[in-house]
């Protein structure tokens, strides 16, 4: 999947993946899609959960082995 | 836009782990756009006192408690398994290496996120905590009439 930003929050717990997604969201334009990388299992359950609650769209979760990789496109403005 | 939903903790723990459950479910409500208020009270005022220097206050009682109990959030301590501090020191040593933000950190990314924190004012008269014991970006103190009319709004209360 093509995103215009990417977020690197390998390495990091819950809720700094989330914390970061919404500081990086605030830059964007509406429209525009961000893909984070994670390595919390957590955020599987959580991205989805922020997407909703803030009024964004989560497009889809690639879990390849451990790193995961969400892709979350900017709806509300 | 509607107005922000709302989100009102009271810390009256100053436990290092429940503080720093508290300022995970805060900053993440922040995250979600809610608007968050924290109420600190009685041990929960440690969380907020600065680091440095002393911390004046008025008479005997007062200044020993102060003394004793310092607070501040580098000060805090395991609610379990202290050991002396040696437990909170092996705690601490292990979140920061899963790049877990330390309750310093917390407070200034609350800051930066607009969350109110606030000092309970009976709390800090009986306990004898100026207003300039407390770390930058910490409110001016209020009462329970207060956090009641901003629990009232609230959809989700937490007492820690």
Redesign the interface.
């Known amino acids: 999947m093509k995103a215009d930003r990417t977020l690197d929050c390998v ?6 993946p ?2 970061k ?3 990086e969201i605030k830059k964007m334009k509406t429209g525009e899609t961000l893909e984070v990388l994670a390595d919390d299992q957590g955020i599987k359950m959580d991205m989805p959960a ?1 997407c909703k ?2 009024g964004n769209e989560c497009l889809g979760l690639e879990d390849a082995g451990g790193e995961i990789k969400v892709y979350v496109k900017k709806t509300a403005s | 836009m509607a107005e922000k939903e709302k989100f009102t903790l009271v810390l009256f723990s100053g436990d290092l782990d429940k503080a720093l459950a508290a300022f ?1 479910m805060a ?2 409500a922040a ?3 809610m608007e968050v208020t924290m109420f600190f009270t009685f041990w929960g005022l440690n969380i907020i006192k600065r680091d440095k220097g002393a911390i004046k206050s008025q008479g005997f009682m007062r200044k020993m408690l102060n003394i004793l109990n310092r607070g501040g959030p580098s000060r805090l301590k395991l609610s379990k398994f202290n050991m002396l501090g040696m437990g909170t020191w092996m705690m601490k040593k292990m979140m920061k290496q ?4 330390s309750i310093e950190e917390f407070i200034e ?1 609350a800051r930066q996120m607009d969350i109110k924190m606030i000092p309970c004012s009976t709390s800090c008269g009986i306990l004898g905590l100026p207003d300039d014991a407390f770390s930058e970006g910490i409110m001016s103190q209020a009462g329970a009439a207060y956090f009641l009319s901003q629990a009232k709004e609230s959809k989700v209360t937490l007492f820690i």
């Open positions: 390495g990091l717990y819950c809720p700094m989330i914390i997604t919404s500081q922020w609650t803030t | 995970i900053t993440t995250s979600l756009g899963k790049n877990m933000p990314m």
